[in-house]
């Protein structure tokens, strides 16, 4: 039996439709991509500003935590040098 494929909206909860479909072959298997689209047009572009937003966010905090991991090396290279002495 075959459940059906619910994906509501995230903003209005309306039943999102499919806006196309792709395959994407990997080595050892065929994915299938699906696009879904709120069909309130309107709606669907505060979701993509939406998803915009978090991506942007997102790759800022990425961007902190890798400045942060690097400032921590070289403290603790700073702290290893001073023990040398
Ligand atoms: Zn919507």
Do not use: D
């Given at each position: 039996m075959e459940k059906k494929y619910s994906n509501p909206?995230?903003?209005c909860g309306t039943?999102?439709?499919?806006?196309?479909?792709?395959t994407e072959k990997t080595e050892n298997s065929t994915i299938v991509n699906r696009e879904m689209i709120c069909p309130n047009p309107k709606c669907q572009q505060e979701v993509i500003k939406d998803n915009k937003i978090q991506a942007d966010k997102y790759s800022s905090w990425k961007r902190r935590g890798k400045e942060r991991a690097v400032e921590r090396k070289r403290v603790?290279?700073?702290?290893?040098?001073?023990?040398?002495k």
């Open positions: 909206c995230s903003r039943e999102r439709i499919m806006l196309r479909t792709w603790l290279q700073e702290i290893r040098k001073k023990k040398k």
